[in-house]
């Protein structure tokens, strides 16, 4: 029996939320993941929970755990990663080659319907690849997933520019502040402290989502250059601005993937990093400490690759047509 998310008797809600056949369906999904990535000869690998840097990235908070051991010197505050994506990296840059890694990612303040602040992600990375491509692939991972449920979803991929356009007639990279807040029609919100970039995301949530047909995998492409990340920068020389070549696959108005074809450019990314903490700064949050060691692989060199990272998770609520993610997990954060 499932219970509603909150906190509750540990004498009574001992136990798990999800149903023993969802926790054997995840079992299974993880077996055909490891099973599709070793047909393919990409490696299995773990890398560091917790790290001397935290993710900059202004709309994602991390968790911290202070050593009380010895450091040699190192800093006692350790970052809970948000994502294995700097240490995959820095295996790429040394010459490993081809790899994923499924496991545990935590993010602070993300408890509720839809999140808990540990879950499950799979990433991987494939040299010489481009984001357009590992789009193609990411949805042959989640049919693997829908496969196991007697469903198969065909994948459509989709400019942002041309999604935006087709769908809410204007032009994302191109339209006023004005014409994103009058897009959102009877969506109303607190303007104070929004950016262009938080309209353009609030149209995608509030407008766009909903509408997204579960019957088709939606990849969206090629995003504003403002919301490039750890993508890079594309310029068409056609006179359209410049984009970022990433990718985020929907299932549904469920965001299930992003992806992107990979900055290389260990100065950039730099920069990447200290715009991340002026936001931060305005929002008077806290400021993660960069990771120097990534910066020193992207110096030595990042070989040309594109990356995905999938919720495990959001799969699994797909795969069971469920908006709770405590019907895929064991203990959610409110029973652990």
């Given at each position: ?53 935290g ?127 009058k ?15 938080d ?9 766009l ?55 290389t ?50 799969l ?18 409110f029973?652990?």
């Open positions: 029996m499932n219970v509603p998310h909150s906190a509750g008797d540990p004498a009574t809600d001992w136990r798990p939320q999800a149903r023993f056949s969802a926790l054997k369906l995840r079992a299974a999904l993880n077996a055909r993941i490891r099973g599709f990535f070793a047909e393919r000869d990409v490696v299995e690998v773990e890398t560091p929970v917790m790290s001397v840097a993710n900059t990235e202004p709309n994602i908070d991390s968790f911290t755990s202070d050593f009380s051991g010895r450091s040699d010197g190192g800093p006692r505050t350790r970052w809970l990663r948000t994502s294995p994506e700097y240490p995959l990296k820095r295996l790429l840059a040394a010459g490993f080659g081809d790899c994923y890694e499924l496991g545990r990612v935590f993010r602070n303040g993300e408890a509720g319907a839809r999140h808990n602040p540990e879950f499950t992600m799979l990433e991987w990375y494939r040299v010489g690849w481009d984001h357009r491509r590992l789009a193609q692939e990411t949805a042959e991972v989640i049919n693997l997933g829908l496969d196991l449920v007697g469903r198969q979803v065909p994948l459509v991929q989709v400019r942002y520019r041309d999604l935006y356009h087709d769908r809410l007639g204007l032009d994302p990279l191109t339209a006023s502040e004005e014409v994103l807040r897009a959102l029609g009877d969506v109303v919100l607190d303007p104070t402290g929004l950016v262009r970039d309209w353009l995301d609030l149209l995608m949530t509030h407008r989502q909903p509408g997204f047909s579960d019957e088709t995998m939606l990849a969206v492409h090629d995003y504003p250059a403002t919301q490039c990340a750890l993508a890079r920068l594309r310029d068409d020389g056609d006179g359209s601005p410049p984009v970022a070549e990433r990718f985020e696959l929907y299932l549904g108005p469920l965001e299930l993937a992003n992806g992107y074809h990979e900055l450019d260990a100065a950039e990314q730099g920069a990447r990093f200290q715009r991340d903490g002026r936001i931060r700064q305005t929002r008077a949050d806290r400021i993660p400490p960069t990771d120097p060691r990534f910066l020193a692989a992207l110096e030595a060199g990042l070989p040309d690759c594109a990356g995905v990272a999938l919720g495990v998770d959001r699994m609520m797909a795969m069971l047509r469920t908006d709770r993610i405590a019907d895929v997990i064991a203990f959610d954060f029973r652990a």
